[in-house]
Nanobody
Framework: QVQLVESGGGLVQAGGSLILSCAAS????????MGWFLQAPGKERDLVAA????????YYADSVKGRFTISRDNAKNMVYLQMNSLTPEDTAVYYC???????????????????WGQGTQVTVSL
């Protein structure tokens, strides 16, 4: 198992930016891909962005393409989500997650992830 702690959420006005951070410990971080998910009230947890174990390959949900950027610092066991041009539709709890299997280009299925942080709330106001 790996322990994940998110930070950086908060309240921001529409059009603003936030950077979410996720600190990982307990597993060889650098060989695992990472994902950021969001969960709005009453909705399922959806993948927002993912990065391969090397960081070379990334994936973004259509709703955030061009606005969000996922990055990782394997030396620091950190993964980040830069969120720009935020809209009220981005309001959700954001979770970072680690898949159960290492390597592989990208992990895009919720079921591939077995370690989750506690989540950080992002609220975007008009």
């Amino acid at each position: 198992q790996v322990q994940l702690v998110e930070s950086g959420g908060g309240l921001v006005q529409a059009g603003g930016s936030l950077i979410l951070s996720c600190a990982a410990s307990g597993r060889t971080f650098r060989i695992y891909g990472m994902g950021w998910f969001l969960q709005a009230p009453g909705k399922e947890r959806d993948l927002v962005a993912a990065a391969s174990w090397s960081g070379t390959n990334t994936y973004y949900a259509d709703s955030v393409k061009g606005r969000f950027t996922i990055s990782r610092d394997n030396a620091k066991n950190m993964v980040y989500l830069q969120m720009n041009s935020l809209t009220p539709e981005d309001t959700a709890v954001y979770y970072c997650a680690v898949p159960r299997s290492p390597f592989h280009s990208l992990r895009l299925s919720y079921n591939e992830y077995d370690s989750w942080g506690q989540g950080t709330q992002v609220t975007v106001s008009l």
